[in-house]
């Protein structure tokens, strides 16, 4: 039976190496003010698409400042970064486009992270990970400098949103799901389950569809890691039924 992992930083690892990554991404789609359905104004996490490029939009710099806009202009804003984004996307607000912008300050480890949930991967770890079977892991360059010397060639690993939560690790009570802006208030259960029938089969590394922010791994991905000795990640297992 497929095991399956919750993939965190190791920070032991990355204060080992002494350093960090200041950065963000170069567009974004702004939060939501005021929902017409639900009344909240919200920005997600957790949906980054470094592949999407907005240059050529003549709005571009409509998706350079992060800010909550109307439903009204939200929806018109999203339609233009619709056909760019990957087939079957669904946008959320604050969805985060283009290459990471930034600083990298020391050393970092094979893995290492963004605001605690953005993965990037050395280009190096990366292609070993591919050469040894690992499926699914796409990166994409950044835009980092370092102060002092050459920023190391780091990638921004784009993951699929995919799976969701088993309804047993739920609040009984769980709010409904908006149907203007989709947004569902609740938190990350402090046991999480795994709906077994809703997770993919062809790859190795991907965020929970229905809570962004938590990264999964397969037991193949943490046996290729483990092999090949790739520091950065703690892994703890999440259970699937």
């Given at each position: 039976?497929?095991?399956?992992?919750?993939?965190?930083?190791?920070?032991?690892?990355?204060?080992?190496?002494?350093?960090m990554v200041d950065a963000s991404h170069r567009w974004g789609l702004p939060g939501l003010l005021t929902c017409p359905g639900c009344g909240v104004t919200w920005s997600g996490a957790g949906q980054y698409l470094p592949s999407v490029d907005l240059s050529e939009l003549?709005?571009?710099?409509?998706?350079e400042r992060a800010r909550p806009e109307p439903y009204g202009e939200f929806v018109r804003l999203r339609a233009l970064v619709l056909p760019l984004a990957p087939p079957g996307v669904e946008l959320s607000p604050g969805a985060e486009f283009g290459p990471?912008?930034?600083?990298?300050?020391?050393?970092?480890?094979?893995?290492?992270?963004?605001a605690g949930d953005g993965l990037l991967v050395q280009r190096e770890a990366l292609a070993r990970l591919?050469?040894?079977?690992?499926?699914?892991?796409?990166?994409?360059?950044?835009?980092?400098?370092?102060?002092?010397?050459?920023?190391?060639d780091l990638r921004e690993?784009?993951?699929?949103?995919?799976?969701?939560?088993?309804?047993?690790?739920?609040p009984p009570a769980l709010p409904a799901k908006c149907t203007?802006?989709?947004?569902?208030e609740w938190a990350l259960p402090e046991h999480p389950i795994l709906a077994a029938d809703?997770?993919?089969?062809?790859?190795?590394?991907?965020?929970?569809?229905?809570f962004a922010t938590v990264v999964i791994g397969t037991e193949r991905f943490v046996d290729a890691v483990k092999e090949l000795g790739l520091e950065g990640l703690a892994l703890r297992d999440v259970p699937a039924r």
């Open positions: 039976m497929q095991r399956y992992f919750i993939v965190e930083e190791d920070r032991v690892a990355a204060a080992r190496q002494g350093g003549a709005e571009s710099a409509s998706f990471l912008v930034g600083r990298v300050t020391g050393g970092v480890p094979d893995f290492t992270w963004v591919q050469e040894v079977g690992v499926r699914g892991l796409h990166g994409y360059p950044t835009a980092l400098r370092a102060r002092k010397k050459v920023a190391p690993l784009e993951l699929p949103l995919l799976g969701r939560l088993h309804p047993d690790c739920l203007t802006c989709g947004r569902v809703s997770l993919p089969t062809d790859v190795d590394l991907f965020r929970v569809g229905d």
